[in-house]
């Protein structure tokens, strides 16, 4: 697993040579949280992001204000943001999040997973949204575990067995 600490600026960044398929892929890791909450400067603890050059070319999975585990793409920020808090610091969660824009009904459009189950409970869910379109995951721009890269938002906790696997939605 890979230890990332707020305090010592850990961030793991790659720019692929190429974009890849940015209407369908999956995304999935094993995580343990070591600090909750929203903290005081009001930023989330980002997982993987993907850094384009503005708003519009940016998404993140991110835990956010309530430790809910959240997928933000674009801007305006199309926001699939789960009812389920993850806050128990002393257990690993195993999150998959799969995305197929081309799908036509909205909620199979993005999945969220916890542990092998299928997230129902959505805080904010903006799946209808999501047009068939290219977005930034998978774009040739630069993509994140364990912050936003530039924008200092960074994950304390593990993170393992990390996957990211354009043009298929496991």
């Not at 195993?94 to 299928?118: I, L």
């Not at 994140?144 to 994950?155: L, M, Q, T």
């Amino acid at each position: 697993s890979l230890r990332f600490d707020a305090n010592g600026n850990a961030v793991l960044k790659r720019t692929p040579g190429s974009s890849g398929n940015r209407r369908k892929w999956t995304w999935s890791a094993w995580v343990k949280r070591s600090r909750l909450g929203y903290r005081a400067s009001n930023t989330e603890e980002v997982l993987f992001a993907s850094n384009g050059t503005s708003d519009a070319t940016n998404a993140q999975i991110q835990f956010g204000e309530h430790d809910d585990l959240q997928l933000l793409m674009g801007y305006p920020s199309h926001d699939l943001k789960s009812l389920e808090e993850f806050r128990d610091v002393s257990a690993w969660y195993h999150f998959v999040v799969a995305c197929d824009v081309g799908q036509g009904t909205a909620s199979d459009k993005v999945k969220m997973y916890v542990n092998g189950k299928e997230v129902e409970g959505y805080r904010t869910d903006q799946r209808s949204d999501y047009t068939d379109q290219d977005w930034a995951f998978c774009a040739n721009q630069e993509h994140c575990i364990g912050d936003k890269g530039a924008s200092n938002r960074p994950f304390t906790g593990k993170i393992a067995n990390i996957h990211f696997i354009d043009g298929t939605m496991c």
